[in-house]
C-alpha cells in the first residue's frame, strides 16, 4: 500500500515506451494500486485519535482529567471523566475503522482483479495493482479496463473496438475508439512483443474528453487522440479482444483524477458544539474566577479566625493561593455544564436514527432485494437541513430506457387505446397488448396497446409501410445474430434503438448492414436496399438522413428530426397534412413524449449524380469543410414530403416527478449535473418537471470564451430584474450594486426562471474573476442543468455552492463519475443501480431509488434534526439546573468548593437519573406523523432556516437552566433556615437539605421532559417513571443500614433519605420548586400556542379536526405538462458515426407523469425569517466571511 500513497513531484509530459519496464522505472511512474481508504494498522491510532481531539469536547475532557489527577484541587476521582472519555473515543474509534475495512476491502477487490499481461514475450496473469505503464495489455469482452490504455489493435476490423463509459460519464449507450492503422495490424503476440514504440504525452490530468500526445515508432511520427485511448472504468463490450498500452496507472488514471479525496465531514450542529463549547467553557472560567476571587477574600476577612478548627493543607500558603486552588476545584466540580454523557448520547441517537432508516420498509426495494442503507450515523440531522440537491441525470432520475409510445402516420393518430364508450383508457384499464405472433423476429419485450396500426399494416396501407420503412432505414444501428432469428440490435442512442425496434416488430426487421447495402425483412420478405449516403446527425443539424436505391433502382430520401427544424423544410402541398400532424406533436409533447417528425423525397439519377459529386468535393475541402457539407446537406433536404411523426417515453424512474416536486415544495433547490447533452438533459428536465412551460424563461448559456459566458450571464440578470420591475415589484437593475445588493434583489425576482449551462461555459463560469456571477444568476433560478460536465466540475459546483452560501448540499448519484460530488457535498447519497458500486461506496446513504430521497429527507432528516435539537435544548437546560446549584452554594459555604449533592448522586445523574427518559426523547420523539410529513413539506423549513437549535435557542435553554437553579436552591434554603421536624427539632443539616434539592431536581427535569415529549410510547413512560421510581430506590438504598454495615466509610448518613422526606415539609418544598419552575414554562407555551402558533402546531391541530370530523384525504390530480417542447430526437446521438459506416469500418453499438401538487401557504413567521436571511446572509459575497448560520 505504500505504492499506492506515494508522493513524486508534478510531470510536465508522460513518456511510456512498450515492453521496456527498466526504461520506465526510472520516471518513478504512479502503480497501479489505488488507494481510497484514510488510514492503516500504523496511522490509525494516531490520525484518528487526532481527528477525534478536533472536537473540542474531547480536549476539554482530556484537559478536566488531567486537572482531577492532581489531589490538591480534585474534590472528584479521577475515574469519573477517565472511563467516559475512553468509551467514547472507543465507539468513535470502532466506528471509523469498520467505514475504513470497507474501503479497504473494495480498494482489495479492485488492485487484486487479474489481467493479462505481455511479459517476455508470454501472456501472463498479473493481479492489476502490479500492472506498470508501458506494460501490454490484453482484454476481453465485458472486461473492465484496467488502467488508461492505448488502443493498439483489436479483433474488429480496422483496429475498432466498442466500450461503455458509464462509469466514467453515466452514459449507458455504447462508444466506438480506433487504433491507429500502424498499429492496428498487431494483433499477433509475436509482434506485440517486438513493438517497442514509445509514448510522447500530456501528463495526467482529470479531462476525459481529451488527449494529446504522439507515438514514435520506426522513426515515424503518429498523432494520438481521445478516440485511441481506453480509459479505465470503461468495459469493453462487443468485441472479442484487444491490445492496449498502459500510458497512466492506477492515481494517474482519468478516472482517480476526477475522485475527490475522502473527506472528514461534520454536521453544522458539530460545528456549532464546538462553538457553544467554547463559549461554555468561556463561562465556566468565569464562574470560576468569581468563586476563587470569593474564596481569597473569605479566607483572607474570615478564614483566618478559624485557622485552628480548620487549618489549611501544607501546600497553602496565603488566601491568594487558596483562591487559586479554589479555581481550579470549581473548574472540576462545575464541569458537569457539559458532561461527556452528552457525546455519549448523541452517538446512541444518531446510531438509532441511522437504523431507523435501514429498516424503513417504505424505502426497500422489492424489485432488487435492496434496502436503504445509512454508511454513516454522523450526518443524520443534516438530512433535516438541505437547500441544495445536485443530482446525476442517467441511472439516477432515468432509467435511460426509451419506449416507442405512440405515432402520428399520414394524420392518424395511434396508440391511445379508447373503451366501448370512446374513452381514452388509463393504463390500469387497457386490455391485452398487441400480439405480434405472426412476426418470428418480433422483440417480445416490446409492448404496444394500440391494434388498429397492426391492422393498417396487415391491410398493406402504403403510408404505414413507409413509415416503418424510413425507420427500418434511417439510422445508425448495428444489428448482431447470435442464433437464427436472434437479433440483437446495438444502438449509439437509445432513442434510435426504440425506432428501430417498433419497425421491427410491426413486421420491417432491420437484418443487416454493409458499408453500402441495408437488408430489411419487410413482411417476412428479405430485401436489400443499396446505401448511397448518410446525412449525419449534429446537435446544429437536428436530424439525419439517409439515401438509399431500392431493388427496382429508384433513389428516396428518408429523414427523421427535431420538428423544430423538418417542419420548415416540407414541400408546400404537405400544408394540410402539416396541420393535423402539428396537432398531434402538442398532444403529445402535453404528455412530457420525446417526439420528431418523418420526412422523404424522390430524387431522380440526373440530380443525384450532379449533388454526389458536389457532396464529395465539399468533404475534400481543407477549408470550412463543415460548412461546405451542411449548404450541400440543406440543399437536399428540401422540399420534402411529410410522413408522420413518432413520441417515445424517456422512462424517468418511478416516483421521480412527484418528488422533484414535493422537495420543491420544501423550499430545496435541485441542480442537475450530468455528464449527457445539453438535449438530453433538458428533455429530462421538462419529463420531470424541473422545467415547464409555464416558466417565465429559460437561460441557455453556450458560449465558448470568458467574455461571450459572462454577457449571457449577465443578460440574464438583466431580463429577470426588468422582467421584476415590470411585474410591479418595484425592482430597478443598477450596473452600480455591490454583490450582495444584486443577490438580495436576484433571489426576490418575480416568475419562475432556470438555467441550462453546458461544460465548455462552466469551465469559464468557475473561474475566480467569475463564479460569483455565475452563482448569482443559478441561485435566482428554480432549476439549473449543468450539461456535457465532468466529474470535476461536478464537485466544483457543489464546492461552489458550498462556499459562498450558507445552506447544506446533498449530492446523489450512481456511477463513478458521481463520486467527487458525492464526497465534496454535506451528504453523499448513492443510487445502487445499473453503473456498479463506487458511488454506493463512497457515499454516505445508500438506497436504489431517487424516489426514496423524499422520504430520507422529509421523514427520516427533519425528525433527525427536530429529535437532535430537542436532545440538546434539553441537555443544555438539565445541566445547567443541576450544576448552577453548587456556584449558589458556594457563597453559604465559605467558597470551599464543596458539593451541594453527595458525589453518588453526581456520578448518577447524567449517567443514569436522566440518562434515559432523554434518550428516549432523542430517538423516539416526533412532531407530527410521517404521512403529514410527506403532505406538508412546508414543515422541514425551520430546518434550512436553523431555527430550531441555535444560538438564540441555546441562551434560552441556559437561562431557564440557571432559573431553575436558583429556584433549586434558593426555595429550600428559604424554608429550611425557619422548618422544624414533627419532633420540634431543626430540619436544617447539609444531607437532608441534598435529598431535599437532589430530590427537587430529578423530579422538576422528569416534568419537564414530560412536557418537552411530544410523541408518547410505552417506552417513553417506562423511562421516564421508571428513572423516578430508581432514583428513590437507590436513594433509599445508600442511606441503608445494609451498605452501612458493608461500607461504613463511604455510607456514614444511615437513614437520613428516609427521615428526610418522611417530613410533610420537605414534600411541600418539593411540591412549591416544582410548580415556580414548570408554571412559567407552561404559560409561556399555551399562550404561544394561542397568539403564534407554529406550522407544526397547525399540523397537529388541523390533524385532530380531521380525526373528530373523520374527513377523507383531497385527493391529487393528474396534470400532464402541455407545451410546444417536443423536439427530442436522438439526443444522444453524435456526430460521425454515418461517416464510419459509410467507410467501411463496420460498427456495433448499443444502447414521465407528475401529479400536481398545488403550493400550501407557509406560515407568515417563516417567510419573514427566510426574508431576513435573504436580507442579511444569503450574499454569496459575504457567505463565505461569516459564521455559520445558528
Known amino acids: 500500500m505504500a505504492l499506492c500513497a506515494k508522493k513524486r513531484p508534478p510531470e510536465e509530459e508522460r513518456r511510456a515506451r512498450a515492453n521496456d519496464r527498466e526504461y520506465n522505472e526510472k520516471f518513478q511512474y504512479a502503480s497501479n494500486c489505488i488507494k481510497t481508504s484514510k488510514y492503516n494498522i500504523l496511522t490509525f491510532l494516531p490520525v484518528n485519535l487526532f481527528e477525534q481531539f478536533q472536537e473540542v469536547a474531547n480536549t476539554y475532557f482530556l484537559f478536566l482529567l488531567i486537572l482531577q489527577l492532581i489531589p490538591q484541587i480534585s474534590s472528584l476521582s479521577w475515574f469519573t471523566t477517565i472511563v467516559p472519555?475512553?468509551?467514547?473515543?472507543?465507539?468513535?474509534?470502532?466506528?471509523?475503522?469498520?467505514?475504513?475495512?470497507?474501503?479497504?476491502?473494495?480498494?482489495?477487490?479492485v488492485n487484486n482483479r487479474h489481467s493479462q499481461v505481455l511479459i517476455n514475450g508470454v501472456l501472463q496473469q498479473e493481479q492489476w495493482m502490479n500492472v506498470c505503464v508501458g506494460d501490454i495489455i490484453k482484454l476481453e469482452n465485458n472486461q473492465f479496463v484496467a488502467a488508461d490504455l492505448l488502443l493498439l489493435s483489436s479483433s474488429e476490423p480496422h483496429g475498432l473496438c466498442y466500450i461503455e463509459t458509464s462509469e466514467l460519464d453515466g452514459e449507458t449507450n455504447m462508444k466506438v475508439r480506433q487504433a491507429i492503422p500502424i498499429t492496428s495490424e498487431l494483433g499477433d503476440i509475436s509482434k506485440l512483443a517486438k513493438f517497442d514504440g514509445e509514448v510522447i504525452c500530456e501528463p495526467?490530468?482529470?479531462?476525459?474528453?481529451?488527449?494529446?500526445?504522439?507515438?514514435?515508432?520506426?522513426?515515424?511520427?503518429?498523432?494520438?487522440?481521445?478516440?485511441?485511448?481506453?480509459?479505465?472504468?470503461?468495459?469493453?463490450?462487443?468485441?472479442?479482444?484487444?491490445?492496449?498500452?498502459?500510458?497512466?496507472?492506477?492515481?494517474?488514471?482519468?478516472?482517480?483524477?476526477?475522485?475527490?479525496?475522502?473527506?472528514?465531514?461534520?454536521?453544522?450542529?458539530?460545528?456549532?458544539?464546538?462553538?457553544?463549547?467554547?463559549?461554555?467553557?468561556?463561562?465556566?472560567?468565569?464562574?470560576?474566577?468569581?468563586?476563587?476571587?470569593?474564596?481569597?477574600?473569605?479566607?483572607?476577612?474570615?478564614?483566618?479566625?478559624?485557622?485552628?478548627?480548620?487549618?489549611?493543607?501544607?501546600?497553602?500558603?496565603?488566601?491568594?493561593?487558596?483562591?487559586?486552588?479554589?479555581?481550579?476545584?470549581?473548574?472540576?466540580?462545575?464541569?458537569?455544564?457539559?458532561?461527556?454523557?452528552?457525546?455519549?448520547?448523541?452517538?446512541?441517537?444518531?446510531?438509532?436514527?441511522?437504523?431507523?432508516?435501514?429498516?424503513?420498509?417504505?424505502?426497500?426495494?422489492?424489485?432488487?432485494?435492496?434496502?436503504?442503507?445509512?454508511?454513516?450515523?454522523?450526518?443524520?440531522?443534516?438530512?433535516?437541513?438541505?437547500?441544495?440537491?445536485?443530482?446525476?441525470?442517467?441511472?439516477?432520475?432515468?432509467?435511460?430506457?426509451?419506449?416507442?409510445?405512440?405515432?402520428?402516420?399520414?394524420?392518424?393518430?395511434?396508440?391511445?387505446?379508447?373503451?366501448?364508450?370512446?374513452?381514452?383508457?388509463?393504463?390500469?384499464?387497457?386490455?391485452?397488448?398487441?400480439?405480434?405472433?405472426?412476426?418470428?423476429?418480433?422483440?417480445?419485450?416490446?409492448?404496444?396497446?394500440?391494434?388498429?396500426?397492426?391492422?393498417?399494416?396487415?391491410?398493406?396501407?402504403?403510408?404505414?409501410?413507409?413509415?416503418?420503412?424510413?425507420?427500418?432505414?434511417?439510422?445508425?444501428?448495428?444489428?448482431?445474430?447470435?442464433?437464427?432469428?436472434?437479433?440483437?440490435?446495438?444502438?449509439?442512442?437509445?432513442?434510435?434503438?426504440?425506432?428501430?425496434?417498433?419497425?421491427?416488430?410491426?413486421?420491417?426487421?432491420?437484418?443487416?448492414?454493409?458499408?453500402?447495402?441495408?437488408?430489411?425483412?419487410?413482411?417476412?420478405?428479405?430485401?436489400?436496399?443499396?446505401?448511397?449516403?448518410?446525412?449525419?446527425?449534429?446537435?446544429?443539424?437536428?436530424?439525419?438522413?439517409?439515401?438509399?436505391?431500392?431493388?427496382?433502382?429508384?433513389?428516396?430520401?428518408?429523414?427523421?428530426?427535431?420538428?423544430?427544424?423538418?417542419?420548415?423544410?416540407?414541400?408546400?402541398?404537405?400544408?394540410?397534412?402539416?396541420?393535423?400532424?402539428?396537432?398531434h406533436l402538442n398532444e403529445y409533447a402535453g404528455d412530457g413524449l420525446r417526439t420528431l417528425v418523418l420526412a422523404y423525397k424522390d430524387l431522380d439519377e440526373e440530380y443525384y449524380e450532379e449533388w454526389a459529386r458536389r457532396r464529395l468535393q465539399a468533404s475534400l475541402a481543407q477549408d470550412s469543410r463543415e460548412d461546405r457539407l451542411a449548404c450541400v446537406y440543406e440543399e437536399v433536404e428540401s422540399g420534402m414530403m411529410l410522413l408522420g411523426a413518432t413520441a417515445i417515453e424517456d422512462k424517468l424512474q418511478q416516483g421521480v416527478p412527484e418528488t422533484i416536486a414535493l422537495l420543491t415544495l420544501a423550499n430545496i433547490k435541485i441542480w442537475v449535473l450530468t455528464g449527457d447533452k445539453q438535449e438530453t438533459a433538458v428533455n429530462i428536465g421538462y419529463s420531470c418537471k424541473m422545467l415547464t412551460d409555464d416558466m417565465t424563461e429559460v437561460f441557455i448559456v453556450t458560449g465558448h470564451t470568458v467574455l461571450e459566458v459572462r454577457e449571457e450571464l449577465r443578460k440574464a440578470r438583466e431580463k429577470m430584474v426588468d422582467s421584476s420591475h415590470t411585474m410591479g415589484n418595484g425592482f430597478t437593475y443598477q450596473g452600480n450594486l455591490s454583490s450582495s445588493k444584486v443577490t438580495s434583489v436576484l433571489e426576490a425576482v418575480a416568475g419562475e426562471y432556470a438555467l441550462v449551462i453546458n461544460g465548455h461555459s462552466l469551465a469559464h463560469a468557475l473561474e475566480a474573476d467569475m463564479e460569483l456571477e455565475f452563482l448569482e444568476t443559478a441561485?435566482?433560478?428554480?432549476?439549473?442543468?449543468?450539461?456535457?460536465?465532468?466529474?470535476?466540475?461536478?464537485?466544483?459546483?457543489?464546492?461552489?455552492?458550498?462556499?459562498?452560501?450558507?445552506?447544506?448540499?446533498?449530492?446523489?448519484?450512481?456511477?463513478?463519475?458521481?463520486?467527487?460530488?458525492?464526497?465534496?457535498?454535506?451528504?453523499?447519497?448513492?443510487?445502487?443501480?445499473?453503473?456498479?458500486?463506487?458511488?454506493?461506496?463512497?457515499?454516505?446513504?445508500?438506497?436504489?431509488?431517487?424516489?426514496?430521497?423524499?422520504?430520507?429527507?422529509?421523514?427520516?432528516?427533519?425528525?433527525?434534526?427536530?429529535?437532535?435539537?430537542?436532545?440538546?435544548?434539553?441537555?443544555?437546560?438539565?445541566?445547567?439546573?443541576?450544576?448552577?446549584?453548587?456556584?449558589?452554594?458556594?457563597?453559604?459555604?465559605?467558597?470551599?468548593?464543596?458539593?451541594?449533592?453527595?458525589?453518588?448522586?453526581?456520578?448518577?445523574?447524567?449517567?443514569?437519573?436522566?440518562?434515559?427518559?432523554?434518550?428516549?426523547?432523542?430517538?423516539?420523539?416526533?412532531?407530527?406523523?410521517?404521512?403529514?410529513?410527506?403532505?406538508?413539506?412546508?414543515?422541514?423549513?425551520?430546518?434550512?432556516?436553523?431555527?430550531?437549535?441555535?444560538?438564540?435557542?441555546?441562551?434560552?435553554?441556559?437561562?431557564?437552566?440557571?432559573?431553575?437553579?436558583?429556584?433549586?436552591?434558593?426555595?429550600?434554603?428559604?424554608?429550611?433556615?425557619?422548618?422544624?421536624?414533627?419532633?420540634?427539632?431543626?430540619?436544617?443539616?447539609?444531607?437532608?437539605?441534598?435529598?431535599?434539592?437532589?430530590?427537587?431536581?430529578?423530579?422538576?427535569?422528569?416534568?419537564?421532559?414530560?412536557?418537552?415529549?411530544?410523541?408518547?410510547?410505552?417506552?417513553?413512560?417506562?423511562?421516564?417513571?421508571?428513572?423516578?421510581?430508581?432514583?428513590?430506590?437507590?436513594?433509599?438504598?445508600?442511606?441503608?443500614?445494609?451498605?452501612?454495615?458493608?461500607?461504613?466509610?463511604?455510607?456514614?448518613?444511615?437513614?437520613?433519605?428516609?427521615?428526610?422526606?418522611?417530613?410533610?415539609?420537605?414534600?411541600?418544598?418539593?411540591?412549591l420548586t416544582t410548580a415556580v419552575c414548570i408554571m412559567p414554562v407552561v404559560a409561556f407555551r399555551f399562550l404561544r400556542l394561542s397568539l403564534k402558533p407554529d406550522l407544526s402546531d397547525t399540523v397537529r391541530y388541523t390533524q385532530l379536526v380531521r380525526k373528530k370530523q373523520k374527513a377523507q384525504h383531497r385527493c391529487m390530480r393528474r396534470v400532464g405538462r402541455s407545451g410546444s417542447r417536443r423536439s427530442g430526437y436522438a439526443f444522444s446521438h453524435q456526430e460521425g458515426f454515418g461517416e464510419l459506416i459509410m467507410s467501411g469500418k463496420n460498427m456495433r453499438l448499443s444502447s414521465l407523469a407528475l401529479s400536481s401538487f398545488s403550493t400550501r401557504s407557509s406560515s407568515s413567521w417563516i417567510e419573514s425569517l427566510r426574508r431576513k436571511k435573504s436580507d442579511s446572509a444569503n450574499s454569496p459575497s459575504g457567505g463565505a466571511e461569516k459564521p455559520l448560520k445558528g
Open 85 to 109: 472519555l475512553v468509551l467514547v473515543l472507543t465507539i468513535t474509534a470502532v466506528k471509523d475503522a469498520t467505514d475504513d475495512y470497507f474501503r479497504h476491502k473494495s480498494d482489495n477487490q
Open 204 to 583: 495526467p490530468n482529470n479531462k476525459l474528453d481529451k488527449f494529446s500526445g504522439t507515438l514514435y515508432w520506426k522513426e515515424n511520427k503518429f498523432p494520438l487522440s481521445n478516440q485511441n485511448m481506453l480509459l479505465r472504468g470503461c468495459v469493453l463490450r462487443n468485441t472479442e479482444w484487444c491490445f492496449g498500452l498502459v500510458i497512466f496507472a492506477g492515481p494517474d488514471t482519468k478516472l482517480m483524477q476526477n475522485s475527490g479525496r475522502t473527506k472528514f465531514k461534520r454536521t453544522s450542529i458539530d460545528r456549532l458544539m464546538n462553538t457553544l463549547v467554547l463559549w461554555i467553557f468561556g463561562f465556566l472560567v468565569c464562574m470560576g474566577v468569581i468563586l476563587a476571587i470569593g474564596n481569597a477574600i473569605w479566607e483572607h476577612e474570615v478564614g483566618t479566625r478559624f485557622q485552628v478548627y480548620l487549618p489549611w493543607d501544607e501546600a497553602v500558603e496565603s488566601a491568594f493561593f487558596s483562591g487559586f486552588l479554589s479555581f481550579w476545584s470549581y473548574i472540576i466540580i462545575l464541569n458537569t455544564v457539559v458532561p461527556i454523557s452528552l457525546y455519549v448520547s448523541v452517538e446512541v441517537i444518531r446510531l438509532g436514527h441511522s437504523y431507523f432508516i435501514n429498516w424503513d420498509k417504505k424505502m426497500f426495494c422489492m424489485k432488487k432485494r435492496t434496502p436503504a442503507e445509512a454508511r454513516t450515523t454522523t450526518l443524520n440531522e443534516e438530512l433535516g437541513q438541505v437547500e441544495y440537491i445536485f443530482s446525476d441525470k442517467t441511472g439516477t432520475l432515468t432509467q435511460n430506457i426509451m419506449v416507442f409510445n405512440k405515432c402520428s402516420i399520414n394524420g392518424h393518430s395511434y396508440g391511445d387505446v379508447f373503451d366501448v364508450l370512446g374513452h381514452k383508457a388509463e393504463l390500469g384499464e387497457r386490455p391485452a397488448p398487441v400480439d405480434f405472433s405472426f412476426n418470428p423476429l418480433a422483440d417480445k419485450k416490446f409492448l404496444f396497446w394500440d391494434p388498429s396500426l397492426l391492422e393498417a399494416v396487415k391491410m398493406g396501407d402504403p403510408h404505414t409501410h413507409e413509415f416503418f420503412r424510413l425507420l427500418s432505414l434511417c439510422h445508425t444501428v448495428m444489428s448482431e445474430e447470435k442464433n437464427e432469428g436472434e437479433l440483437y440490435y446495438k444502438a449509439q442512442s437509445p432513442d434510435e434503438g426504440a425506432l428501430v425496434t417498433a419497425a421491427r416488430n410491426f413486421g420491417f426487421v432491420f437484418r443487416s448492414r454493409t458499408p453500402k447495402t441495408i437488408t430489411v425483412h419487410e413482411l417476412g420478405t428479405a430485401i436489400t436496399y443499396q446505401l448511397l449516403a448518410i446525412l449525419d446527425f449534429n446537435n446544429i443539424r437536428k436530424r439525419m438522413s439517409v439515401i438509399v436505391r431500392n431493388p427496382e433502382g429508384k433513389i428516396r430520401l428518408y429523414c427523421k428530426g427535431a420538428d423544430t427544424i423538418l417542419l420548415d423544410r416540407l414541400h408546400p402541398s404537405t400544408q394540410e397534412l402539416l396541420n393535423s400532424t402539428t396537432d
Open 779 to 1071: 441561485c435566482a433560478c428554480k432549476a439549473v442543468i449543468c450539461c456535457r460536465v465532468t466529474p470535476l466540475q461536478k464537485a466544483q459546483v457543489v464546492e461552489l455552492v458550498k462556499k459562498y452560501k450558507k445552506a447544506v448540499t446533498l449530492a446523489i448519484g450512481d456511477g463513478a463519475n458521481d463520486v467527487s460530488m458525492i464526497k465534496t457535498a454535506h451528504i453523499g447519497v448513492g443510487i445502487s443501480g445499473q453503473e456498479g458500486i463506487q458511488a454506493v461506496l463512497a457515499s454516505d446513504y445508500s438506497f436504489s431509488q431517487f424516489k426514496f430521497l423524499q422520504r430520507l429527507l422529509l421523514v427520516h432528516g427533519r425528525w433527525s434534526y427536530l429529535r437532535m435539537c430537542k436532545f440538546l435544548c434539553y441537555f443544555f437546560y438539565k445541566n445547567f439546573a443541576f450544576t448552577m446549584v453548587h456556584f449558589w452554594f458556594g457563597f453559604f459555604c465559605g467558597f470551599s468548593a464543596q458539593t451541594v449533592y453527595d458525589q453518588y448522586f453526581i456520578t448518577l445523574y447524567n449517567i443514569v437519573y436522566t440518562s434515559l427518559p432523554v434518550l428516549a426523547m432523542g430517538v423516539f420523539d416526533q412532531d407530527v406523523p410521517e404521512q403529514r410529513s410527506m403532505e406538508y413539506p412546508k414543515l422541514y423549513e425551520p430546518g434550512q432556516l436553523n431555527l430550531l437549535f441555535n444560538k438564540r435557542e441555546f441562551f434560552i435553554c441556559i437561562a431557564q437552566g440557571i432559573y431553575t437553579s436558583v429556584l433549586m436552591f434558593f426555595i429550600p434554603y428559604g424554608v429550611f433556615a425557619e422548618a422544624t421536624r414533627d419532633d420540634g427539632t431543626q430540619l436544617a443539616d447539609y444531607q437532608s437539605f441534598a435529598v431535599t434539592v437532589a430530590t427537587s431536581l430529578v423530579i422538576v427535569v422528569s416534568v419537564q421532559i414530560g412536557l418537552d415529549t411530544g410523541y408518547w410510547t410505552a417506552i417513553n413512560h417506562f423511562f421516564i417513571w421508571g428513572s423516578l421510581a430508581v432514583y428513590f430506590a437507590i436513594l433509599f438504598a445508600m442511606h441503608s443500614n445494609g451498605l452501612f454495615d458493608m461500607f461504613p466509610n463511604q455510607f456514614r448518613f444511615v437513614g437520613n433519605a428516609q427521615n428526610t422526606l418522611a417530613q410533610p415539609t420537605v414534600w411541600l418544598t418539593i411540591v
